[in-house]
């Protein structure tokens, strides 16, 4: 997925330099997961009806979402088996360091929030403590996009998730954990995509969106 122009969105080179220098450079993984995020958050935003304008700030500021997780060691990023305790903690704080990274950056302020929230839960039980609509609505995006991304994409510590199970998944945790208006709005543009393939039942489940099978 190109990240520079999505569906019109021109994404500015400085921040696709910025994230492709840090994060191609520790993490071929963290770079596309950082791409794919960005190209699901700007459909779930477009899908939404959310201006050009909150469009490109997302789009930036999903690229730049788990950009604090270069500050913290490969070993325990990619740790196949389970996390202990301190090691959980060490990678939560990826939300804070990516702000303090960034925060003395000029003309970047407006993304601070979107990485900073970015793993909140609709519930309040997120890193900050933030619930409801007192979360960014671009960080809401960003977490189900991220969610998703999470989900589908082949890791060594997990089973891949289908398309279908992973929105599945969404929508269970719709109102606890994720927005529901932007759960709803990713499964609607999903829904669109698969009436637009024109594709015979027996064939849909061959198809692919995001590059995840169904
Ligand atoms: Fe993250």
């Given at each position: 997925m190109n990240a520079l122009n999505f569906l019109g969105v021109t994404i500015k080179l400085c921040i696709?330099?910025?994230?492709?220098?840090?994060?191609?450079?520790f993490s071929d993984?963290?770079?596309?997961?950082s791409c794919n995020v960005c190209s699901i958050s700007i459909k779930i935003a477009q899908h939404a009806g959310l201006s050009q304008q909150k469009l490109k700030t997302l789009g930036y500021g999903a690229l730049l979402h788990d950009i604090g997780k270069s500050c913290i060691n490969k070993r325990t990023l990619n740790k196949p088996d389970r996390l202990t305790d301190?090691?959980?903690r060490l990678i939560k704080t990826h939300t804070i360091l990516g702000k303090k990274m960034l925060e003395h950056i000029e003309g970047v302020g407006e993304y601070l929030p979107l990485i900073l929230y970015h793993h909140e839960r609709w519930?309040?039980?997120?890193?900050?403590g933030l619930s409801?609509?007192?979360i960014p609505e671009l960080a809401s995006i960003i977490t189900i996009a991220d969610s998703f991304d999470a989900m589908t994409a082949p890791r060594p510590y997990q089973k891949r998730k289908t398309m279908f199970e992973a929105l599945t998944e969404l929508n269970l945790n719709?109102?606890?954990?994720f927005a529901p208006q932007f759960v709803e709005a990713f499964e609607d543009y999903i829904i669109k995509h698969l009436k637009g393939s024109n594709l015979p039942q027996s064939e849909i489940k061959k198809?692919?969106?995001f590059n995840v099978p169904l």
């Open positions: 696709e330099k910025l994230v492709g220098i840090i994060l191609s450079g993984d963290l770079y596309t997961h301190s090691e959980f519930d309040g039980t997120g890193y900050e409801g609509d007192g719709k109102g606890t954990q198809c692919q969106v």
